[in-house]
């Protein structure tokens, strides 16, 4: 049970395994393509049918109907990642081992729907996938087995790719040894709550620290993606290195763009601009005049 790229390695890691997928469910088809004129697939979708497998993609699973539809698999465990949408208890309940859930966080922090945009957003040192029991709590089932990897200069859809095959591998293990593990309760009081990433977000503020600026592109990278104006137009930045020097927030301080914060300074290192293709920053100066003195939106 999935929807986005990031729950591709986990189908493909038990087809690799030689597990029989009954059936696979995700996201109904949306709008898109052209104008929005063509339903696009999930990229799970997408790859069940390439695999052969049978894809269901109800809107809901609350009603009786689909419930006693799932029971009628007699599939062993659910395997749910990223799925995006709720399972009532009796969907949990259905399979003999219960559904298990490849949850991008080392629990019980960040729980939630963007946890690797949090965790790089506020600055943690490392990141993981932890495997979880799944119950009604959101986020807040037993853990079973856990993985971590230090989170550097990583932007979010880099760490999304590598914690994609991170927790591939790691659902595998685990149901290798699924009847010997001893899953361990959270502790609620540790708990933290990662909220979903507003768009609102996204405008950079100068008036904040350079070292919570770089955090703040290289969290919401690539997606929505840091922005602010420079001359009047939309630049989204999505990578950026603390840079030496100092003065008013927003002000550009040389000419490879420099750009000063509340305390600190930092560099854009790779931008793009509205209906633009990334860029890197000298491709993207040697299209855009931004000259020392000038002060970003």
């Known amino acids: 049970m999935g929807s986005p790229d990031f729950a591709v390695p986990t189908l493909q890691a038990l087809v690799d395994a030689a597990h029989e997928v009954v059936c696979v469910y995700t996201q109904p088809p949306r709008p898109g393509g052209r ?37 009628a698999l007699e599939a062993d465990v659910g395997v749910v990642a990223a799925y995006g949408l709720i399972l009532p208890q009796p969907i949990l309940d259905a399979p003999e081992h219960g559904c298990l859930n490849v949850h991008a966080s080392i629990l019980p922090r960040w729980r939630g729907a963007a946890p690797i945009h949090r965790a790089v957003m506020a600055g943690d040192p490392v990141t993981g996938v932890t495997i979880m029991q799944m119950e009604a709590g959101l986020d807040t089932g037993p ?45 609620d009081a540790e708990a933290t709550y990662a909220e979903k990433i507003d768009k609102a977000e996204a405008l950079i503020d100068w008036n904040r620290p350079a070292p919570e600026l770089v955090r703040h592109v290289h969290g919401l990278s690539p997606f929505p993606g840091a922005w602010c104006e420079v001359d009047g137009q939309r630049v989204k930045l999505l990578r950026a290195e603390l840079a030496e020097g100092s003065g008013a927030p927003g002000e550009v301080l040389d000419d490879r763009l420099c750009i000063a914060c509340r305390e600190g300074a930092i560099r854009p290192v790779g931008l793009q601009r509205a209906g633009k293709p990334k860029m890197d920053l000298d491709t993207f100066l040697r299209g855009n005049a931004v000259a020392k003195g000038m002060v970003l939106g």
């Open 35 to 71: 104008r929005g004129k063509e339903l696009t697939r999930t990229p799970v979708h997408q790859r069940a049918e390439d695999l052969g497998i049978e894809v269901r993609h109800p809107k809901s699973l609350k009603s009786a109907e689909e419930q006693e539809a799932f029971a």
């Open 143 to 187: 853990m079973l087995t856990m993985a971590r990897t230090p989170i550097e200069e990583k932007t979010t859809g880099e760490l999304t790719e590598e914690l994609a095959e991170i927790g591939a591998q790691l659902m595998v293990g685990t149901l290798i040894d699924i009847e010997m593990l001893h899953p361990l309760e959270q502790d």
